[in-house]
């Protein structure tokens, strides 16, 4: 079965303890992205990524790091969290650009 | 700059009434058009898609949607809605080719049974 598995589901964190949000696909997909989704702003790209060691910035980057070793996985770095980081976090892949987006499960990010 | 927006932010609707939900974007190339639904709680899902051809397009659960290029829309309808239709609805876009996908604010619709 195809799908986008994002770990963990659910985070609570202090303001400054570093995190990586796990995301790992299993549809050979070059294309991979994080959004995060807040209230009445829909969803903002934060990184994505074209292949291999390749990636790039969205909307809203500052703040995260990602890397793309593997072709199955893109996780996502908060080095020093923040309270404004709090957020709902969706990771996403797909084959081409007339393609859907599947989505990972998402993931609450609490910093307080 | 480039933008997708939807003009209804909660739409509260009773079983078996009509929906549409607007959706106007400022791109000016190619684009790809998209409704996503995501149920309380659970991820985005794919609705339908437009890409090419017939600009009225169906998708999952009674859905369709109709690309209209000179007013940049993409509205969202269904004849007659249900309970199990209250979610979040996001229209998406992204130029043809390019691997840049903004999407809406999305619109909360709430089908009271």
Known sequence: ?112 | AQSVSQHNHHVILSEAASLELGCNYSYGGTVNLFWYVQYPGQHLQLLLKYFSGDPLVKGIKGFEAEFIKSKFSFNLRKPSVQWSDTAEYFCAVNLYNNNDMRFGAGTRLTVKP
């Open chain 1, 1 to 112: 079965e195809a799908q986008v598995t994002q770990n963990p589901r659910y985070l609570i964190t202090v303001t400054g303890k570093k995190l990586t949000v796990t995301c790992s696909q299993n549809m050979n997909h070059e294309y991979m992205s994080w959004y995060r989704q807040d209230p009445g702003l829909g969803l903002r790209q934060i990184y994505y990524s074209m292949n291999v060691e390749v990636t790039d910035k969205g909307d809203v980057p500052e703040g995260y790091k990602v890397s793309r070793k593997e072709k199955r996985n893109f996780p996502l770095i908060l080095e020093s969290p923040s309270p404004n980081q709090t957020s709902l976090y969706f990771c996403a892949t797909r084959d081409r650009s007339s393609s859907g987006y599947t989505f990972g499960s998402g993931t609450r990010l609490t910093v307080v």
